[in-house]
């Protein structure tokens, strides 16, 4: 026997209860199972009116999930990608920004955990870090080994 199939807001339900969505993520999700006469616009209204989404919690569980392993830039274009814009990323890449070279030092050092002896391991320690979205100057700090970097 068939299950039954589920109305849109109890997938939007079950998606949402499984973690945290933006609201560009889950309107992509749902319109595939959108029929005619389901308007998933009115039903992403109806489910930030009610707190369920939330762009802020989407926002802060993504930077959580993502900070221990990437750089500012990667975050920020992801943040960009799920639709987030204007003063809330402003606001979020401001708070990235403050621990930016501790999270470069700390992944520099779970990677390599020793400085660099030539220009051919410096150049490939750079390109993960770069490659990681860490800023120039957070690359700079990590590859010197910042033996005395405390934040």
């Not at 339900?13 to 973690?19: E, H, I, K, Y």
């Not at 799920?82 to 890449?93: P, Q």
Request: aromatic share 6%; with cysteine.
């Amino acid at each position: 026997m068939a299950a039954p199939q589920l109305s849109l807001k109890a997938r939007a339900l079950r998606f949402l209860s499984q973690r945290e969505h933006s609201r560009l993520e889950l309107g992509r999700k749902l319109a595939r199972y959108a029929e005619e006469h389901d308007d998933v616009e009115a039903l992403l209204d109806l489910l930030e009116k009610n707190r369920w989404l939330s762009q802020e919690r989407f926002s802060e569980a993504l930077i959580h999930r993502r900070s221990a392993r990437f750089g500012n830039g990667r975050i920020v274009a992801e943040l960009q990608s799920h639709g987030v814009r204007g003063e809330e990323l402003d606001r979020l890449k401001a708070g990235l920004a403050e621990d930016e070279t501790a999270r470069c030092v700390e992944v520099w050092r779970r990677k390599f955990a020793s400085v660099a002896e030539d220009a051919q391991q410096r150049n490939k320690q750079m390109r993960f870090l770069l490659q990681r979205g860490f800023s120039q100057r957070a690359i700079q700090t990590a590859l010197k080994g910042a033996p005395d970097f405390e934040e």
